[in-house]
């Protein structure tokens, strides 16, 4: 699945730092910005993937699921 998300980056005392516009407590940091990016993007990920498995704690028995695409 391929998602795209908005970076906000800054540099700070040698230090970039990034957070994502759209998903709240997903930050990175690196000393390059490269470094930072990679470093965000696992913490999407991470956080995606937490999420994922608690909303699928919560379906009925009688529920099902199916992927859906977006992009």
């Known amino acids: ?8 980056i800054e540099k700070d005392e ?3 730092i990034a957070y994502c516009a759209e998903l709240p407590g997903a ?3 690196g ?3 490269g470094q930072c990016l990679k470093s965000l ?3 999407i990920k991470l956080i995606l993937d ?8 919560a379906i009925p028995s ?4 199916e992927m859906v695409a977006i992009g």
């Open 50 to 57: 937490d999420k994922r498995q608690d909303s699928l704690r």
């Open 62 to 65: 009688d529920a099902f699921s």
């Open 41 to 43: 993007s696992e913490a």
């Open 14 to 16: 040698g230090w970039y």
């Open 27 to 29: 930050n990175g940091q």
């Open 1 to 8: 699945m391929h998602n795209e998300f908005t970076a906000i």
């Open 31 to 33: 000393k390059t910005k």
